[in-house]
């Protein structure tokens, strides 16, 4: 896995499309065997918040519950916005296993050392 | 060398999944063949005509033909060393 891909994830359940095609982008890249690291920020967080995912499905697309579980699975990271959580009444235990509590800093850290990032 | 004569190691019958199902199925798939086995893919998904000559290109296996049978697309892939 020489490739690294961030994929910011800012759109929640208001918009399942535009949720879900992150995880569609992220899930392909796992499978060509590029490194996925997926950040939460804004309502993206939404998304990360156990039993949300399971109820988001974008027509045309895979579950987002589904494509979730697949990069989880296949070792995908899930960074998530530490402000924007505690905007949203959010803590560690309402996330999803392997979602992980950051800041900008390593946010940066992580576009900075990727190969590519895509923002949606 | 035509379809009917290639060997098949494993089929994946990804008929009905959506974008990105099909490649993240083949990549798993792919994962237990051997170097040089041959794996075929059937999937509906209009996508996978670009996908999967896509993710062969990327992930360093061979696509050895595709073709339509009614409204499915047939690959046949073989796992690179």
Redesign the interface.
Known sequence: MAEKLVVMVTHGTADPELATIPF??A??A?????EVVLGFQGDGCELVRKGVAETVHAD???PLG??LE?IQE?GGQLLVCSPCMKKRGLTEDDLVEGAEIVAAGRFVAEVTSATNSLVY | MTQTQIEVDAELDARGLSCPMPIVKTAKAMKELAPGQVLKLVATDRGSVADVPAWCTTTGNELIEQHEEGDAFVFHLRKGA
């Open positions: 569609a982008m899930g392909a796992i499978a060509s065997d590029v045309e697309f895979a589904d494509l697949t296949m």
